[in-house]
């Protein structure tokens, strides 16, 4: 680190062209997220099928087809969970060596070695003859993850011309949840193909890596990187070139400017300890700790296990991880056009509302009528499916998006990259923890699993109501004096800022804070 992000714009007079140079760049980087959905929405459907546990978790399958077994318990199998989680933790590690390789070599030989892993990863996993085959594909295509989840969104952050950031931003998510939805779609289909249907759903990541890889060697690397790695002519000629106008001189030297004083900062990450930078911090990072506890991964990774749980047959379970795949999707449409008019606090406290409602409601059915060894009738499957369906389109317009974009917005220039690594690894540890958690949870808590998420989501929903502070429509720069240093809570951290540490953040007009 620190890699730097683009200057926020606010000045009207930068050219905000949507080229279609930006256009074809960014679709090609966004594959990166249609790349990690992809892998969040195969697991699930995967480990539910039958000709997959027979080759590498026959012990999980013998279980899952004893009459007797309990309903809860009939997944609990640590490295089926591994399956799964091996991934996220690869993930953790990678975005660290990402967010170097970032800012030594670039964003885009970083997104071609992210594809480099992920092809590695899919030949793997799709050949794989044997349990440790199958996780070294996974650690392959979570290293993937790593590289791709730090580099896509800087890259795409870089070249979008500032208008159309916080747009491009949540489109980002679109794609996640798109590529979770073909994943569910493709195992719907690949169920039907034995023995060797799961061998296609996991050959099918092979697509956005392949578009991933071949068109990586076609974009431009951002102005942001050329121009920090000391290529100055290069950016300036990039930049040009993605505006479509030669009147860039604006926007340069304000890059030049930033990447000056990032190149300053020689201790991003100290710097990001002091306490005047704790208010972002802890809401940044929490933010990511706040999304996985909502529980969603629970349904994005085991929606058609889970419905199995509950009893439906095995291709009524993988339809219904297709609706709720549609679901998510589409109601991520609501944030894009929502955000910048309702607001962060609106979408995450209604949300929060929505999702307890849901969540209480999931579990209190599963509490009266699935023991440990029936099916539950159809009348409240259906009510459950429905549930599940209110759980994820809350999470969709609201904690799924935010969670990615209010840790972008929030810093200042200086600690913004090293904030937003923050970000993304917290969200790969607790993504593996509730991947590796779940089945296990499931099996010792039951029911209770969902009022464990239901209790977080009361204090996200606190969280959101006394200590988030609104940044909608706020200048990215002006954040510090307009949001922080007057916002009930967080102003004292400003406030010892004057006598204690960088006098540059505390100016003479922080005393009414
Ligand atoms: C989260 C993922 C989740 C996805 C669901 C993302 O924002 O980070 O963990 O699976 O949303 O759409």
């Not at 493709?186 to 193909?193: E, F, I, K």
Request: contains cysteine.
């Amino acid at each position: 680190m620190p890699a730097v992000m683009a200057v926020e714009g606010g000045d009207p007079d930068l050219p905000a062209k949507l080229t279609k140079q930006v256009l074809i760049c960014s679709i090609i980087a966004a594959f990166g997220g249609l790349m990690f959905g992809y892998d969040i929405g195969i697991s699930g459907g995967v480990t539910s099928m039958d000709d997959f546990l027979i080759e590498f978790f026959p012990a999980v399958y013998v279980r899952k087809h004893k009459a007797k077994e309990n309903n809860y318990c009939k997944y609990d199998n640590e490295l089926l969970q591994l399956f799964t989680s091996s991934l996220y933790l690869a993930a953790v590690v990678c975005s660290f060596f990402a967010s170097k390789s970032c800012k030594k070599f670039g964003r885009k030989p970083t997104m071609q070695l992210a594809s480099l892993f992920f092809f590695t990863g899919v030949v793997l996993n799709t050949a794989a003859l044997n349990l440790p085959m199958l996780i070294v594909g996974r650690l392959c295509l979570g290293a993937g993850v790593g590289f791709g989840n730090q580099a896509v969104p800087l890259f795409i952050s870089e070249i979008a011309p500032p208008k159309y950031r916080g747009g491009l931003n949540v489109c980002f998510q679109m794609l996640i949840t798109v590529g979770i939805l073909c994943a569910n779609l493709v195992n719907y289909g690949t169920s039907r193909l034995h023995p060797w249907g799961w061998r296609v759903s996991l050959g099918g990541a092979g697509f956005p890596a392949l578009f991933l890889g071949l068109g990586s060697l076609l974009i431009d690397e951002t102005p942001t990187s050329l121009i920090e790695r000391g290529h100055k002519e290069k950016g300036l000629e990039t930049l040009k070139k993605i505006r479509g106008v030669d009147n860039v001189d604006k926007e340069y030297q304000e890059i030049v400017r930033a990447t000056q004083l990032a190149a300053k900062m020689k201790h991003p990450f100290r710097n990001l300890m002091k306490r005047s930078s704790r208010p972002q911090l802890v809401c940044g990072t929490i933010l990511q700790v706040f999304q996985q506890f909502t529980g969603i991964n629970v349904i994005m990774f085991y929606a058609p296990v889970l419905f199995q749980t509950m009893g439906f047959g095995a291709d009524a379970s993988l339809l219904s991880a297709v609706i709720t795949g549609s679901v998510n999707s589409l109601a991520t449409l609501v944030a894009i056009f929502g955000v910048d008019k309702l607001g962060r606090r609106f979408l995450l406290i209604q949300a929060a509302v929505q999702m307890l409602i849901s969540q209480c409601i999931t579990g209190g059915i599963l509490l009266m009528h699935l023991k440990t060894s029936n099916s539950i009738s159809k009348h409240y499957a259906y009510i459950l499916v429905i549930m599940i369906c209110v759980f994820v389109s809350g999470f969709a317009w609201s904690w799924g998006p935010l969670g990615w974009l209010i840790p972008s917005e929030i810093y200042p220039l200086e600690t913004r990259p090293a904030g937003f690594f923050f970000a993304v690894s917290t969200n790969m540890i607790f993504t593996f923890l509730i991947a590796q958690a779940f089945l296990t949870m499931l099996c010792h808590m039951r029911s209770g699993t969902f009022f464990f998420f239901s209790v977080w989501i009361v204090i996200m929903g606190l969280f959101a109501i006394f200590l988030l502070p609104e940044t909608k429509g706020i200048p990215i720069d002006e954040m510090n004096e307009r949001v922080w240093k007057k916002h009930w809570f967080w102003k004292r951290y400003y406030v010892d800022v004057c006598v204690e540490e960088d006098q540059e953040v505390a100016k003479p007009t922080d005393e009414k804070a």
